[in-house]
């Protein structure tokens, strides 16, 4: 057996032609699509990148793992203590260690482990091959890489390779000598509009549209295709461009595997999975080019699987998670699902297309911001317990059917609703900590870890000694640019709310 995992970093499902988007971002990956089934939502359980791929590879929540920021206690997986053994559980019970118990050479490309110090994505693989540049690196450094890996491998039997590709995080930087083919083509109907330009500049909080840069509106001239702010359409083009051409670009890669595999003659038995760790927000919830919320775009992710003898041009609409992948594959292969993992098998969808899946999904950010959040029907149910500068309220509530960009926020109409979200939730985190009772060496909650340890990563009001960002001085800077670009009234909300944590790291008198 074969299987190509293709993990495409930031990458939002509906900016691929196989999910509607009207721009020419994705042919090749259409054309896989088309010999497959394409899973229409499916969501991480934790956001962004080390929560995600953490969960992905343990088979697990990172409310059971620890893993759901990228600092602190919460970055790092929690101790398991007398339980441990001579072998620790991402060895043990990880995806990577079982594809190695079935017999498969598991192979990877990615910077990952050492961009996180995420030394547990390691586990299980046979080969790991580091490209070096923590994520920083486009796909011109990467594919020399997978195409020689490609020429020395892809003809053999049993391998399991996991492929990293960057383009689509910011910043954005598709080569300049690239003519930009989306240039003359209309942007999504739904940014194409002055007056939500105007009503987002006002919209206070990192990565917001006049700081892209998360706390600034700095522009990096080696990054021309990024902007810093968007003001108008002709800057918001610049930025749904930028992101729309790293798609592209990242999909003209793939067509050079699948070249490779179709020259040496294996290209109808490799099983293709094409997937990511979180989405990318680009104007949903007035956030642009950041992955910090637990909302639909940030946390929904394309899965597609073309899956040799399995179903083909299936679309398949029910819920899933992407730790689902782990039993799944186990199912397939023959393999056996490990007990601590969260996940649910899905193989019937892509052995027979049957159009299974959950009823619900919940999923969590804690690195940006602590969110936690429940998805069923059309509904999204939001809980904030650390806005991260954005001054979100405790509860939002969207209709996805008629507000898929969530701009409007029926929480305060709609109470009913939000207390059938608030149940969902709290069940969710009931079984959970049952669950942990049992299984781990505590029960901890990890995002009350991250809250009393000063709040999410991005968003840390500490001393200037501390990690994370801003801390004080630079949440003082962020005032400033506030003040400077006409939010005035922003800024004070966020001093009155934080105004006690701020008192407490002021110098005493």
């Known amino acids: 057996m074969r299987i190509l995992y293709i993990d495409i970093d930031s990458l939002r499902p509906d900016h691929l032609g196989c999910y509607g988007y009207h721009r020419n971002t994705s042919p090749t990956l259409d054309q896989i699509a088309s010999e497959g089934v394409v899973f229409e939502r499916c969501y991480t359980p934790d956001a962004p990148c080390l929560p995600s791929r953490t969960a992905f590879y343990s088979g697990r929540f990172g409310i059971h793992t620890g893993v759901v920021g990228h600092g602190g206690t919460a970055a790092q997986p929690k101790i398991e203590g007398p339980l441990r053994d001579f072998r620790d559980v991402f060895d043990n019970q990880g995806l990577a ?124 001239p080696e990054y021309p295709r990024h902007p810093g702010k968007v003001t108008d359409r002709a800057s918001m083009r610049r930025m749904i461009d930028g992101y729309d051409m790293a798609v592209r670009y990242v999909d003209d890669q793939i067509a050079k595997i699948v070249d490779a595999l179709k020259k040496a003659g294996v290209y109808d038995d490799t099983a293709i999975i094409i997937s990511a760790d979180h989405g990318e927000n680009l104007g949903e919830l007035g956030i642009y080019g950041d992955h910090g919320t637990a909302d639909d775009t940030t946390c929904r992710v394309p899965m597609i699987i073309k899956y040799p003898g399995g179903a083909e041009g299936v679309r398949n609409t029910q819920f899933h998670y992407n730790l689902d992948l782990a039993p799944t594959l186990m199912e397939l292969l023959g393999g056996e699902k490990q007990p601590l993992w969260d996940g649910e098998s899905y193989a019937d969808a892509i052995a027979r297309g049957k159009d299974i899946g959950r009823d619900e999904v919940v999923f969590s950010q804690c690195a940006h911001i602590c969110q936690r959040s429940v998805r069923w029907g059309k509904w999204l149910y939001m809980r904030t317990y650390h806005d991260g500068f954005r001054l979100f309220p405790q509860e939002m509530l969207y209709d996805l059917e008629t507000d898929p960009h969530e701009q409007n926020n029926l929480a305060e109409s709609h109470p009913e609703i939000c207390r059938e979200g608030l149940w969902r939730l709290s069940r969710w985190h009931d079984a959970q900590m049952q669950k942990m009772a049992v299984e781990s060496n505590d029960t901890v909650d990890p995002l009350w870890t991250v809250i009393r340890e000063g709040g999410p990563y991005y968003a840390r009001l500490a001393p200037d000694s501390s990690p994370g960002y801003p801390r004080i001085s630079g949440f003082e800077k962020y005032m400033k640019h506030l003040n400077a670009t006409e939010r005035k009234e922003g800024a004070d909300a966020l001093r009155k709310k934080y105004a006690q944590r701020i008192a407490g790291l002021s110098p005493t008198k």
């Open 97 to 220: 260690r079982q594809l190695q118990k079935l017999g498969l050479h598991t192979a990877m490309i990615s910077p990952f482990g050492q961009r996180h110090a995420a030394w547990h994505f390691y586990a299980g693989f046979n080969e790991i091959h580091n490209t070096g540049e923590g994520g920083m690196e486009s796909a011109e450094t990467v594919q020399p890489i997978v195409d020689k890996w490609m020429a020395d491998n892809a003809a053999k039997d049993n391998w399991y390779l996991h492929l990293n590709y960057w383009d689509p995080h910011t910043p954005y930087r598709v080569p300049v000598d690239i003519a930009n083919p989306f240039e003359k083509e209309p942007l999504p109907a739904w940014l194409d509009n002055d007056e939500l330009i105007t009503r987002h500049n006002k919209i206070v909080g990192p990565h917001t549209s006049l700081e892209i840069g998360m706390y600034n509106d700095k522009v990096s």
